[in-house]
């Protein structure tokens, strides 16, 4: 990737990341066109080539950003640090929904990302997903109180059950034009009740 674009003031980078998210959100990836993205970001198509030198640049590109700011985030809210799973996750939404409002389209571009299957970035993607969920599962098992859940609880399973509910209803809440993030922190916060009552020790 052209370093000039790591010069463009930070304001610049972020109208670029955020039509970047936006256009790939709404698109497959062979019907994004990166004349849409320079157009919402404010600059023209040749400038936009001249920081990325295709578009699979700036796809990964935007895939390793959404990564990095989402740990930068998660860090910041304390999450890594908690022995109380409920209080991460809840620590986790909070970071995310901050996130969302800087990045207003990352959740829904991280969800069709994820479900890309256009063989000149299917398998890049995957194994960067795949590293990054398995980093984040094995730092949070590693935390946890086994003394905590219910007798006989298989935590690896426990965590694996909570994350693809999650992904399930990110990727239906995201098909929905706006971005209710009050309606989205109520029903993760009513799903960590119902968690709670599933494993917790009584």
């Known amino acids: 990737m052209n370093e000039k674009f790591f010069a463009l003031p930070e304001e610049k980078q972020q109208?670029?990341?955020?039509?970047?998210?936006?256009?790939?959100?709404?698109?497959?990836?062979?019907?994004?066109?990166?004349?849409?993205?320079?157009?919402e970001a404010g600059i023209s198509k040749s400038l936009l080539f001249h920081y990325f030198r295709n578009k699979k640049e700036l796809y990964l590109f935007l895939w390793d950003n959404c990564a990095k700011v989402t740990i930068q985030y998660l860090e910041e809210y304390g999450c890594y640090e908690q022995t109380?799973?409920?209080?991460?996750?809840?620590?986790?939404?909070?970071?995310?929904?901050?996130?969302?409002?800087?990045?207003?389209?990352?959740?829904?571009?991280?969800?069709?990302?994820?479900?890309?299957?256009?063989?000149?970035?299917?398998?890049?993607?995957?194994?960067?997903?795949k590293k990054y969920r398995d980093m984040k599962a094995a730092s949070t098992l590693l935390n946890l109180d086994p003394n905590q859940f219910r007798e006989g609880i298989d935590l690896s399973m426990m965590y694996q059950?909570?994350?693809?509910?999650?992904?399930?209803?990110?990727?239906?809440?995201?098909?929905n034009e706006e971005l209710d993030v009050e309606k989205m922190e109520a029903d993760f916060t009513k799903l960590f009740e119902f968690w709670k009552k599933a494993y917790l020790r009584e």
């Open 15 to 39: 109208r670029i990341i955020n039509a970047g998210y936006r256009v790939f959100s709404q698109n497959s990836y062979k019907k994004s066109p990166m004349s849409e993205i320079a157009g």
């Open 84 to 129: 109380d799973l409920f209080e991460m996750l809840y620590r986790g939404m909070q970071a995310k929904i901050r996130l969302m409002y800087r990045y207003p389209y990352i959740g829904s571009y991280a969800m069709k990302v994820f479900y890309e299957r256009d063989p000149e970035v299917c398998t890049e993607i995957q194994e960067r997903y």
């Open 161 to 175: 059950e909570m994350y693809l509910a999650s992904l399930g209803y990110l990727w239906e809440f995201m098909q």
